[in-house]
């Protein structure tokens, strides 16, 4: 038997602690529920120990019963041993109803509560009959901070999260909350990646002490969105060939030494376990500041949720100004 890989751990500001790498379950096409509960033991028996999933992926069930599964073959001793992030859907963005909402996640999942809960975007819509991410003009609804985070608050009370926090917001956007919160943010999920680098939120999170996941640490070369600048840099070919790792093992420990957590999505059972090799060699110097000199751009940028009568009428006002 392979010798088990331990993930390093976060303590973030809630006082509980997060494994510093998450396998994310937000990437279709989707294995079937079973297929993917397989896959999720299987990531357990390899060493993942942090979970990512949303209600807007359809994956709560099948992570829920993985963490079952690998609870009774004694793959792990108790639910304390995996660490699971769930996330607020957009329609459900209103301060009555979060709660509501993580207990339908909760319900999903199988268990007594989610380890990390977070708002999923700074949106609302009005509630449909699905949890699809894409938006037309007329579902658009006023997303009230101040309402929603009070409701992400009560979950926290209620032992429904153990910790709370958000996904997709810019630095404007946390500073508002922090100007009314009695709990604040534990975590900020946001697009990071070599090619899109997020200094001024690494720093601005460093500051107010709110740990960053790092969604798309590879680029992402799906089907509506996506880039290859991360796993087509010549930069990170020439530091993989040199120190005989992967494009990808470069790519992840690059973020892990940016003091963030990345969230990486692959199903593929090597690839899986390639990706947790990251936390026993360092970059050199020189390697990160060749990383530094990476033309920089936004993958996705979220122009769905741009409308002429919305909310956000730019993509400077969604990101205030961050893009």
């Known amino acids: 038997m392979e010798k088990e890989i331990i993930v390093p751990e976060i303590l973030l500001n809630s006082g509980h602690k997060m494994p510093t790498l998450g396998l994310g379950n937000g990437s279709p096409p989707y294995p079937p529920p079973d297929q993917l509960t397989s896959i999720l033991v299987g990531a357990i028996a390899t060493g993942y120990r942090h979970f990512d999933t949303a209600s807007t992926y359809g ?142 939120m690494l720093q601005f999170c460093k500051e107010k002490n709110i740990h960053v996941c790092a969604w798309s640490p590879l680029g992402a070369n799906g089907a509506f969105w996506g880039t290859c600048a991360v796993m087509e840099s010549p930069v990170l070919k020439q530091i993989a060939a040199t120190m005989n790792k992967s494009i990808a093992q470069v790519a992840l420990r690059w973020i892990y030494e940016q003091g963030a957590s990345p969230i990486v999505k692959s199903y593929n059972k090597e690839r899986m376990k390639e990706n947790m090799q990251i936390f026993d060699w360092e970059l050199s110097d020189e390697h990160v500041c060749e990383i530094q000199k990476i033309p920089q751009a936004k993958g996705f940028k979220g122009e769905m949720f741009i409308f002429p009568e919305g909310q956000y009428k730019t993509l400077e006002e969604l990101w205030d100004g961050e893009i």
């Not at 999260?161 to 943010?185: E, M, Q, W, Y």
């Open 59 to 200: 994956t709560e069930e099948a992570c829920g019963r993985a963490v079952v599964a690998a609870l009774e073959c004694g793959l792990i001793k108790k639910r304390d041993d995996i660490f699971v992030t769930s996330k607020l859907h957009i329609g459900d963005a209103h301060r009555d109803l979060v709660v509501p909402a993580l207990k339908e996640t909760i319900r999903e999942l199988g268990l007594e509560y989610v380890d990390l809960y977070l708002i999923h975007w700074p949106i609302r819509i009005k509630q449909r009959g699905d949890k699809k991410l894409t938006v037309s003009e007329e579902d658009m609804l006023h997303f009230d901070i101040n309402g929603v985070w009070e409701g992400m608050e009560e979950c926290s009370n209620l032992g429904l999260a153990k910790s709370i926090g958000v996904s997709n917001f810019s630095c404007a956007k946390l500073t508002r909350i922090f100007d009314f919160a009695n709990i604040p943010p534990a975590v900020n999920q946001v697009e990071m990646n070599v090619a899109w680098q997020q200094q001024k």
